[in-house]
């Protein structure tokens, strides 16, 4: 589904991401697991089309993306929940998940999605008129990814959900996005919280400085002795 | 008392004025934090274009208003097509600067089209008062308030209820993230440009035919009032902008009455640093954490 094909990234001089390639398949989680400035914040804005890498490509349902503007990146299905929530903080919880639904013109297939994020979160719903800013991290992320689903995606990117967390919301959150992938979404999940996002992740990738130096499936990095001692605390 | 409440609506009048141009200040800085010194300016181009319209064309008030008002929507985009866009990434003083550049280029645009001589705008909104008791109050004064109430209205609910006005408010608080729903966000800037325009156009015709006339330097003390008002509401906020202006106006009115002509403006800017002291953040200001 996701295909990311030799990129390079700098940010002036900085060679952020060298020659990365990596896949996401139609109803997987994959992980992209890396310590602090690996780059996978870096790697997640390329795909979405916030920065152009110098070379390489992305290619999304096998269509190169390339040339297709940023702002509508929304459009082919693909949904980009930023680190740090990014939620429009002088806009109430409402009007936020309607943003999420900006490029949508199904009125009535809106308030159901509407109401289905609101069965999923009813926090939300009992604040749907409170202003987004005035949010606690927990249910700011969870109108962060409220907000993604309104479009209807195929794919999102979830850049680092858990960041800041009390561990029983990070719970919270990670059996959200289960849930969320088990109703036929797929997911590419960027973490410095390698435990959890390999336990419910598929596959993983492991980054150094703008490198790939492991992969596998779950099972083979939650094993692996390297990683264990520098990702899993063990 | 009479007098007292004359000058009231006068104060409310002007201030209209003030408040529709302090809106045009206002969404500019809120959409890309630029103060748009060129803005006194546009409500200028907006005098002539009233003028050239009603004189030469002969067209009547609410056509001369509305096809002023179209002009600068488009003189508007192009100035941010070629002056700001390419500068969306510099600092933001370069902006600044080059506000000032194309402020300076329309005055002299401005004198070499019409001349420096003023031109007498004509009367196209009848002059005979309507009297309400002892009080008489000009036609033009109750036709500005009314429609810079309504401007407003109209304003404030496309900003609240229509998608473009949505992007407008979401590209002004995280442009990332407006890119991410899927907002066209330099479309979106040069809507607020076009708009933004049009409402400074809008006090330029009624600001004319107020003061019967129309000169190439007539932007700079209103242009700066608005910004003054702007700021005193608390710049980046419509409701600011429009308590801003109605506050300018009422000092500026009441002060001349009652005080002294020569020292209106002096007042003005004198009550600006005080609110700026007292509350750097405009009066309808929140003193909003830094974004880390
Ligand atoms: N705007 C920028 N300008 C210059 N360098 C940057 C910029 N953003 C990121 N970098 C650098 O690029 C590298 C990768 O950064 P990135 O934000 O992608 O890391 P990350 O893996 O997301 O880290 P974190 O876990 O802290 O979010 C880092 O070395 C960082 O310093
Ligand atoms: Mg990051």
Do not use: C
């Amino acid at each position: 589904m996701l295909r990311v094909e030799d990129i390079n990234v700098f940010y002036g001089k900085i060679h952020a991401i060298k020659d990365l390639s990596f896949d996401v398949k139609q109803g997987e989680i994959v992980t992209l697991i890396g310590a602090n400035g690996a780059g996978k914040t870096t790697i997640l804005k390329t795909i979405s089309k916030i920065l152009t890498p110098v070379s390489g490509l992305v290619k999304f349902n096998n269509e190169n993306i390339s040339k297709i503007p940023a702002h509508q990146i929304i459009d082919m299905g693909m949904a980009h929940v930023p680190e740090g929530r990014r939620v429009f903080s002088k806009m109430t919880v409402l009007e936020n998940l309607q943003m999420g639904a900006y490029i949508r013109k199904d009125e009535r297939e809106i308030r159901e999605d509407l109401e289905m994020v609101f069965t999923r979160f009813p926090r939300l719903k009992e604040r749907s008129k409170q202003v987004s800013g005035t949010l606690s991290g927990g249910e700011q992320q969870m109108l962060a990814i409220g907000r993604a689903i309104m479009s209807r995606p195929k794919l999102i990117l979830m850049d680092e959900p858990s960041m800041g967390l009390a561990p029983i919301l990070v719970d919270e959150i990670f059996d959200i996005i289960t849930s969320i992938n088990k109703a036929g979404t797929t997911i590419l999940l960027v973490e410095q919280n390698a435990n959890r996002a390999l336990q419910i992740a598929h596959r993983g990738y492991v980054l150094e400085t703008g490198k790939i130096i492991m992969q596998g499936t779950t099972k083979e990095l939650l094993n692996d002795e390297k990683v264990k001692k520098a990702y899993l605390g063990g | 008392m009479t007098l007292f409440l004359q000058q009231l609506i006068n104060g409310l009048s002007v201030g209209s004025i003030y408040a529709v141009i302090a809106l045009g200040y206002t969404m500019v800085y809120g959409i890309i934090k630029l103060i748009n010194f060129a803005h006194g300016e546009i409500m200028m181009m907006g005098a002539y274009f009233a003028f050239v319209t009603a004189v030469t064309i002969g067209m009547p008030f609410y056509m001369v208003l509305i096809v002023s008002m179209l002009i600068a929507a488009i003189l508007g985009l192009s100035i941010e097509y070629v002056a700001y866009k390419p500068l969306r990434n510099a600092p933001r003083i370069s902006a600044l600067i080059t506000a000032i550049g194309i402020s300076l280029f329309l005055q002299n645009l401005a004198l070499v089209v019409f001349k420096p001589e003023p031109k007498v705008m004509p009367a196209i909104i009848p002059k005979q008062p309507i009297l309400i008791g002892n009080l008489q109050i000009g036609t033009v004064t109750i036709v500005t308030i009314l429609l810079s109430v309504i401007f407003m209205i109209l304003l404030d609910q496309f900003i609240k209820k229509t998608k473009p006005g949505k992007a407008m408010r979401a590209v002004s608080q995280d442009k990332e993230a407006s890119i991410l729903m899927g907002i066209n966000v330099n479309r979106t800037i040069s809507l607020t440009f076009a708009i933004g325009s049009a409402l400074g156009a809008f006090g330029g015709v009624l600001y004319s035919i107020a003061y019967t006339q129309v000169y190439p330097t007539m932007g700079i003390m209103p242009g700066l009032k608005a910004f003054v008002a702007a700021v005193l509401g608390g710049i980046g906020l419509l409701p600011g902008a429009m308590l801003g202006g109605f506050v300018i106006g009422m000092i500026e009115t009441i002060s001349k009455a009652y005080i002294s002509s020569q020292w209106s403006d002096a007042i003005v800017f004198g009550i600006l640093i005080i609110v700026l002291i007292v509350k750097p953040t405009g009066i309808l200001g929140k003193n909003e954490r830094e974004k880390v």
